[in-house]
């Protein structure tokens, strides 16, 4: 049921965050983002490491998004506080994205050749998922769509391995060691 609950959610929280963007309503998504987060924290046995794995992915969207906005390859037609920096709606999906890391794509860990063919092709693909509804535009689409699969390529396995260590899902190591003595 809890696997469920994340694919449902985080599926909710893309489409409400590619048509809020879309209709000019940016807000949308973030707003179902955080009833998502609420949700999936209050599964997990040791939410401050899911939350960190949250932030970690929050990060690396703002700077990888930010990097094709800065270099004119994709531009948003809404919720940009700056024509440099990505709007916050898409940060709130690479967060988003996170709270899928620890449960319904955890089957991925440990395949880091796996997670990068998939991120080569599921990174852009959803790009362009919302470029038909929308909420992006290739401004230069060879160039954005290149950077789009190396960069997914790299950081798919990097979220992994960053999501194994923060694995708020797992029990405690000192749960494990008390239980064993």
């Known amino acids: 049921m809890h696997l469920l609950i994340n694919i449902v959610g985080f599926k909710v929280g893309w489409v409400s965050s590619v048509m809020g963007a879309a209709a000019q309503m940016p807000w949308l998504g973030p707003v179902v983002f955080l009833i998502v987060a609420l949700v999936h924290l209050r599964q997990a046995r040791r939410p401050d490491l899911e ?11 703002i700077w990888f998004d930010s990097f094709i906005v800065a270099m004119g390859w994709v531009a948003y037609p809404s919720g940009q506080f700056s024509p440099m920096i990505a709007p916050y709606w898409i940060v709130t999906m ?7 890391l620890n449960r ?3 089957w991925l860990r440990g395949r880091s050749a796996l997670a990068a063919a998939l991120g080569a092709i599921a990174g852009p693909a959803s790009y362009l998922a919302g470029q038909k509804l929308g909420a992006i535009q290739f401004v230069e689409p060879t160039a954005a769509l290149t950077a789009l699969a190396v960069g997914w390529a790299v950081i798919m396995p990097l ?20 239980s064993t003595s």
């Open 159 to 178: 979220l992994m391995l960053i999501a194994e260590r923060l694995d708020g899902f797992q029990p405690a190591l000192v749960e494990e060691e008390v």
């Open 104 to 106: 319904s794509m955890a």
């Open 94 to 100: 690479w967060m988003l994205f996170a709270t899928t």
């Open 51 to 61: 939350l960190g794995l949250v932030i970690a992915a929050g990060f690396i969207g």
